[in-house]
């Protein structure tokens, strides 16, 4: 048996259309209303503790930093996303 965790499990229920409100047929499972919940429960503990474990002040500091120091490859960048947006 593969062990998937609930980040993959979520996936694979989104792909099969489980997620989705306008599939009421696969809903009327009550295993599939607890996989639901405990994917729900997974993600939203992931989500918090990403949050709370990531500072997005460094994030943003060192984002900044790399920015400045590759200034030509910073101007590149937005010269070719604003040329694309144009075309």
Not at 23 to 30: E, Q, R, Y
Not at 47 to 69: F, G, P, S, T, V
Request: one cysteine or more.
């Amino acid at each position: 048996m593969i062990w998937l965790g609930v980040p993959q499990r979520s996936e694979v229920m989104n792909s099969a259309g489980m997620l989705d409100n306008d599939n009421d047929n696969m809903l009327d499972n009550g295993m599939i209303h607890q996989v639901k919940s405990t994917i729900t429960t997974g993600v939203k503990q992931c989500r918090l503790a990403i949050r709370k474990h990531c500072n997005m002040q460094k994030i943003k500091k060192k984002y900044d930093a790399c920015l400045e120091k590759d200034r030509t490859g910073t101007l590149g960048f937005t010269t070719g996303a604003v040329v694309a947006l144009i075309l």
